[in-house]
């Protein structure tokens, strides 16, 4: 092996890889898989989990409903299939003349990791069944034949890859550990630690990767998760105060002539979480600096009237607004409510998609310059450099987590624009800190009046008939109804009916006395609008679709909906999808079919079935899903996290959020010199995702 290089202390945490102890070339290159190429990235590669060997027991030593852990030899493997895409794998592991059985269901990728003979090591909570010792869904470590696990100690779990065992990856990390953990420079002053009861990074590394007891650990632990939310927030916090301080943004205020007027336009009762949202919106866009808001609310809780009212008061002061929506078939939808509600005023509307025909583009383009359109509505195409607005006042994006941070600082020029940011995905507490911490949010939880009850059902194949027929019943009395798949084409990898498939099956089965149309994503915006206007006018009864009818879909007289493939779907896209029915004057019934495999979607779709109520059913899907699939976190554009968790982890993120807070309104820019590493890495993570540049 080749000598490592001569490093300063601090050079040497970027010494390759393959010059640290036990590694070379060729182990080097399988690191490098996992996104490890120096010292410091092993360093700072922290365990997936752990396991307690102060827990070790002999199989007679068992204890039922205890997590242990147990060593032994593959006795015997037996996968058997219960059913389609059901499976349960059954594994005996003999340790002398004592045996305990293994059990997985629908995981058999474990299968190819095990083999008769081999030494493993199981972790989890054993049961007795007859005269036999059974785990459920234990984790297993392959070790090598005469490899003892250490007993009355902590093991970390590392994720791994192909060519590198768990045993080698702890050799390797203890290794550089031993070597380079007291070269890392410390981010936090000793006053800081010690009031925030924080370990120094030099006690903690060690403990983190090899903890003494569960105390050692939970510490260690703190010190990196509450570091790496602080850093975020922090991140936040200057992004909030730069904008506060150094972006102008035209004062646009509303006074009681002005109010009068709008108010005029909505021939109904706006309810006290309206009044609310208009009246923090108001008090935002009165200031000389841009309002930064979000406006959350359940499905049908009134937001485009919320955010009509915005724009109109950006009208009314002379500027112009601008509502951007992810999806052609919003922005039209978006086109339609505000030519309806105002088509008494003078308000002038201009829609700008990529699909509009060049002549009409550029027309388009020269009238938003020109100050014609005082809304304009449009798609991602707004934001193309080509687009110049005369006096922008406001900007409001709809469906905020489809977005990218950084989108909305694209609309700007001169004075800043007002920004309000609306999702119908009501957002969990400690997501709302995070993804979206740069924001005040304002809140719609009621309903307007008159809004009809949904009826929800969990149907199965012996169902099925019942409920087409009563479909159709209500089809007959005049509604409509749409059914909804999760693919477009037929998979071999996912045996799930496509919409062209469903369409082409109900036009010639069930539903063949009615009129069906198709509309999906890989139809042409002109194809997708024609089908979208016969639903609406009622030229089509039926409309067979995937999620594309997701959000913006307003068709009163669409009470009936069926979901295939329910499974496929997440809780927040399963509301959604229920919002489209039930808008008029009459109740809503929709039933999911799915093929449920696992624990977790029968949870969601129970959940769905029992409640209606959106912000109760975010909280549960990311209880189930976390954060990431919830909220696209990387489509969103930030960084995603390395060691917390917004589920496990909500006391520190509080805790950070206030810090950061505090900190950043005591000293702005961050730029107390003893804060100079921190903000170094605030900077290192975040500047590019947050726009932050080099703060202050």
């Known amino acids: 092996m080749s000598a490592a290089p001569q490093n300063t202390p601090s050079e040497s945490l970027t010494t390759p890889v393959q010059f640290l102890k036990g590694v070379g070339p060729k182990r080097a290159d399988l690191l490098s898989r996992l996104h490890l190429k120096t010292a410091r990235d092993v360093l700072f590669f922290f365990p997936r989990d752990y396991q307690d060997m102060s827990e070790l027991r002999a199989i007679d030593r068992l204890e039922e409903n205890q997590p242990l852990s147990v060593c032994g030899v593959v006795e015997e493997i037996d996968l058997r299939n219960t059913g389609p895409g059901k499976s349960v794998l059954g594994v005996l592991i003999r340790q002398g003349t004592h045996f305990l059985r293994a059990v997985w269901f629908n995981q058999t990728y474990i299968r190819d990791k095990l083999s008769r003979g081999a030494r493993v090591l199981l972790s989890g909570t054993a049961r007795q069944t007859g005269l036999r010792w059974e785990m459920t869904h234990p984790r297993v470590e392959l070790l090598g034949q005469d490899e003892e696990p250490p007993p009355g100690r902590i093991l970390p779990v590392y994720a791994l890859t192909d060519g590198i065992s768990q045993s080698l990856m702890r050799r390797i990390v203890r290794g550089v550990v031993e070597s380079w953990s007291a070269r890392v420079e410390e981010v936090f002053p000793e006053s800081f630690l010690a009031r925030h009861n924080l370990w120094p990074i030099h006690a903690a590394l060690p403990q983190i990767h090899g903890p003494a007891d569960r105390d050692s650990l939970r510490a260690a632990q703190r010190r990196f998760v509450y570091q790496e939310l602080l850093v975020m927030q922090l991140a936040l916090a200057l992004r909030r105060s730069r904008l506060l301080r150094q972006r102008p943004a035209p004062p646009l205020r509303v006074d009681a002539k002005i109010d009068s007027r709008i108010r005029r336009l909505f021939p109904f009762e706006l309810t006290e979480d309206q009044q609310q949202a208009i009246s923090e919106i108001a008090q935002d866009m009165a200031r000389e600096h ?46 339609r409510t505000l030519s309806r509600d105002l088509h008494e005023s003078r308000v002038r509307i201009g829609l700008l998609t990529g699909s509009l025909p060049n002549s009409l583009r550029r027309a388009t383009l020269d009238a938003i310059a020109a100050g014609e359109f005082d809304l304009v509505v449009g798609t991602h195409a707004v934001l193309h450099e080509e687009v110049e607005f005369a006096r922008l ?87 409509q109804g749409f059914v909804i798949t999760p693919l477009v084409e037929e998979s071999a990898l996912l045996p799930l009916a496509s919409v062209e498939q469903a369409f082409e099956d109900l036009t010639n089965g069930v539903l063949d006395a009615f009129r069906l149309d198709l509309v999906h994503g890989q139809l042409t915006a002109e194809e997708k609008d024609a089908a979208m206007q016969d639903f609406r006018s009622g030229a089509t009864q039926v409309l067979v679709a995937t999620s594309v009818v997701e959000v913006g879909v307003d068709v009163p007289n669409a009470t009936l909906m069926t979901i295939e493939g329910g499974e496929r779907f997440g809780l927040a896209q399963l509301h959604q999808l229920r919002g489209r029915i039930s808008r008029g004057s009459y109740p809503g019934y929709l039933c999911v079919f799915a093929r449920v495999g696992t624990e977790e979607a029968q949870q969601r779709l129970d959940a769905f079935a029992k409640t209606t109520d959106g912000f109760e059913l975010a909280e549960l899907d990311f209880q189930l899903r976390g954060p990431g699939d919830l909220f696209g976190a990387r489509q969103h554009g930030m960084p995603p996290l390395r060691v917390a968790d917004l589920q496990r982890d909500t006391e520190w993120l509080q805790e950070a959020r206030t810090d950061a807070q505090a900190l950043v309104a005591h000293d702005p820019d961050l730029a107390d010199p003893q804060f100079a590493r921190l903000r170094r890495m605030v900077l290192a993570r975040y500047s590019k995702a947050l726009d932050l540049g080099d703060v202050g």
């Open 393 to 479: 006042g406001l900007v409001v994006i709809d469906e905020q987590h489809k977005f990218g941070v950084r989108q909305r600082a694209t609309l700007r020029g001169g004075l800043d624009p007002h920004y309000l940011v609306m999702t119908a995905t009501p957002i969990p507490r400690t997501v709302s800190m995070s993804l979206f911490g740069d924001l005040d949010v304002s809140t719609l939880r009621q309903a307007p009046p008159g809004r009809q009850r949904v009826y929800t059902y969990l149907g199965d194949q012996n169902r099925r008939e019942r409920w087409w027929e009563f479909f159709a019943k209500k089809l007959r009395e005049g509604r």
């Open 290 to 335: 841009p309002m930064n808001r979000l406006l959350q609310g359940d499905v049908g809780s009134g937001k485009t009237v919320v955010a009509e009212y915005a724009m109109l008061l950006a009208v009314a002061q002379g500027h112009q607004a601008v509502l951007m929506a992810p999806t052609e078939v919003l922005a039209r939808q978006h086109v």
